[in-house]
């Protein structure tokens, strides 16, 4: 992509931050949308496995977002250097995952859409993984009384994500969507 992620340390003190920085001019329109959505589900989220965000500004040449930081790298770096994930170590991964991604769906209404090694962080205290980057997150509204308008009004058509890693659903959207 396009954005760059910089340690970064807060002025007198020992707090270390991951720092998005994400060039304007690089950035389509649609990509800014994406920018803004995820500075806003990063406002609401409060999990201990999905990245937290301190602080969003923007200047004439750049959007940033501050981020904790966990200093662990990513799970595709991780697997870079120690090769497959041990059984304990692969249930750990997923279950951190997993509960993250349910707190995104079944309280935020949430979804995620770019789940890959590269997005799942691991916390250099402790192992625990954390996800970050909900720039291709989507918040939907959940019907209140479910008909068949309204459960299609709770999805998107959207292909969006990294290939590789996409769910086959979002190959066979066509008319149904995705939830």
Same mark, same amino acid.
């Given at each position: ?7 970064? @340390?807060?002025?007198? !003190? ?12 690089? %950035?389509?329109?649609?990509?800014? /949308? ?9 406002? /609401? +989220?409060? #999990? ?9 500004? @923007? ?16 799970? $595709? @770096?991780? +697997? +870079? ?7 304990? !170590? ?38 625990? =993984?954390? %996800?970050?980057?909900?720039? $291709?997150?989507? #918040? ?16 998107? #058509?959207?292909?969006?994500?990294? =290939? ?7 190959? @066979? ?7």
């Amino acid at each position: 992509g396009t954005s760059q992620v910089l340690l970064v @340390q807060r002025k007198g !003190t020992a707090g270390f931050y991951a720092m998005k920085v994400m060039p304007k001019a690089a %950035l389509e329109k649609s990509q800014v /949308q994406y920018i803004v959505s995820e500075n806003q589900l990063l406002q /609401q +989220m409060t #999990h201990p496995f999905l990245v937290r965000l301190h602080a969003a500004f @923007q200047d004439q040449s750049n959007f940033y977002l501050v981020l904790q930081h966990h200093g662990g790298g990513d799970l $595709a @770096q991780y +697997m +870079m250097e120690h090769g497959e994930l041990e059984e304990p !170590t692969a249930r750990v991964v997923l279950g951190g995952c997993v509960l993250a991604l349910r707190y995104l769906h079944e309280v935020h209404s949430v979804l995620y859409r770019d789940l890959k090694p590269e997005n799942i962080l691991i916390n250099h205290r402790d192992g625990l =993984p954390v %996800l970050a980057d909900l720039g $291709a997150a989507k #918040h939907l509204v959940r019907p209140v009384a479910p008909d068949a308008d309204a459960v299609a009004a709770a999805s998107t #058509h959207t292909h969006i994500g990294t =290939p590789l890693y996409m769910a086959p659903e979002l190959w @066979q959207v066509g008319k149904r969507g995705y939830g």
